[in-house]
């Protein structure tokens, strides 16, 4: 089992350390692991002048799965477009063909408080935001600004073709039937021909999944809907635009983003492993940050890339366990609890591992 | 003052009648209103077999405002997309040339409750969302469904020029300057270039407005804070498709869409003027819906069309204070006030006139 371990930018390296040494216990275990550590981001840039360089694409690809930190910075916003961080990111998603992002928002019971909205409406909260990750918008031709009639103009192409819909949709759709058999599809058919086309889709693919209910809803008052009942959902699938927006309001619902992991899938379920938050510049290297997506992270891996369904929940259930007994960084405190940095919470995980 | 008065589907009727008996109070005052009724949306498709008919645009046209209800429904649903009732407000917004959506976001306290959000997060809550609304990925050509290498492709085109960007621009730097002073301008200008034209615009218009602070932020994090900490907003600026989004989310973090009006001006003020909710097909012809955000609508009307301002308020007065006596339709009814249907509610903010 060969995993590339990419820590990037700010809090990554911290985190990705704790991370590690769970991974480390499971090895002791007898899970056989093997990982490699390359640049992605803003520290590929610093050492060698691209945010995706050669060597680091090669380790990925050769690898089972990707782990990764975080990426990006308040240094690296001045370079061109095409040496941000960013870029490595949505490269290295492209050139891995990872077309499926999961991204789970899940409000866990001692975390209630957290939450913007009112406890009875989040409490239990548990949605799984199926984006796909390499199409429309973020990659369709053509795309730049240009100078036309004498002004500039910028301009992007959404664009989506049946396989790349079914493909994500047949993803979505086997999620929603080990889960609670409820697919919804996020669109906006009335405008869109490109989302009326995904509509379509979806609901030629229905009838090979009789076990799941297949709704659908506009983006506009999907928006509006997570916000007045988040719990009416189960799996929502929609494409990258539209899931790269909604997966982060429903990320933010719960309150903890510092939870909540994600994957990013391909075909044959390699993957890339990653936490939904970014690198937090302001708190790195100071040992505050929250670790615990980066290790529900790894316990993703271990589910979808590895199939190792037992050591997944024995990571889960750990991480369960330190929040009953209290432990809490910075970001999920609150009176009465007791709070750790981000080794100490590394250490209590291993002990409740 | 001639106003082309389109009461629509569903609850629109309803709705526009207890807004217009508002207006003949204020005429019985002395302002002198002229207004002609015609059809738009599903009512039009079944009266003309188009959802715009060229009699309807004429009257939308040579009025100085128009005041619209609702449009759409279910039995309109199965309709080929140019006959459906959403484009009879896209294509009435585009050929009056309505560029400025302007949604705001209150959160009257006398129905802090209704919030999915804690109290402490919303109370207060006054955000401003500047909407462009003829341009982006709702106009954009090309666009279609097509067949490419044997598969059914569908595809849209994102652009916008640095022209439409000023104007809205424009529109959005002078609001703010009559409010908070915080301009928020959001785009996606890490992956889209289309976006990143959007944001240089912004930056170059800054020097006019001195009083103006500016600031940028990524869709996908205003969609979060959005959820976060709402009250950080004065005034936000956003492209047509993006506008939809976090419009619909703003106006739900109140819990109370029965009550946002919203204005679609032109660049010479005039404009169209309608409630943010939508034609409520399952309540419709029943005296249940929420006559406020349409007579708010009004309000807004009488201050962006006519410089009414004295007359806005008036109206703006009113409606606090049916809520401050305790009246509430269905949608915004909690137990201790008092339950009215839509006719009581248009006498008792007549009465409060
Ligand atoms: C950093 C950015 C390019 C990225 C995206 O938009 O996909 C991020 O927001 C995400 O959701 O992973
Ligand atoms: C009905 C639809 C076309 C419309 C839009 O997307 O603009 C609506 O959602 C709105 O916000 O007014």
Known sequence: MKICVLPGDGIGPEIMAQALRVLDALRTDGLPFETETAHLGGCAVDATGVPLPDETLKLAKAA???LLGAVGGPQWDALPREKRPERGL????????????LRPAILYPELANASSLKPEL????????????????????PRGIEVRNGERVGYNTMIYSESEIRRIGKVAYEIARKRGGKLCSVDKMN?????????????EMAPDYPDVT????????????????????????????????????????TGSIGMLPSASLDENNK???????????????????????????????????????????????????????????????EPGTRKVGTIEMGDAVIAAL
């Open 214 to 253: 297949l709704s659908h809803m506009l983006v506009d008052n999907a928006a509006m809907q997570l916000v007045k009942n988040p719990k009416q959902f189960d799996v929502v699938v929609t494409g990258n635009i539209f899931g790269d927006i909604l997966s982060d309001e429903a990320a933010m619902l």
């Open 90 to 101: 949505l490269g290295i998603r492209k050139e891995l063909n990872l077309f499926a992002n």
């Open 191 to 203: 405008v869109l021909e490109c989302t009326q086309l995904w509509r379509d889709v979806m609901i």
């Open 271 to 333: 993957g890339m492993y990653e936490p939904c938050h970014g690198s937090a510049p302001d708190i790195a290297g100071k040992g505050l940050a929250n670790p615990l997506a980066t290790i529900l992270s790894v316990a993703m891996m271990l589910r979808y890339t590895f199939s190792q369904e037992a050591a997944a929940q024995r990571i889960e259930t750990a991480v369960k366990s330190v929040l009953a007994q209290g432990y809490r960084t910075g970001d999920i405190f």
């Open 122 to 141: 989040v409490a239990g909260l548990d949605i799984m935001i199926v984006r796909e990750l390499t199409g429309d918008i973020y990659f369709g031709q």
């Open 64 to 66: 089972d799965a990707v």
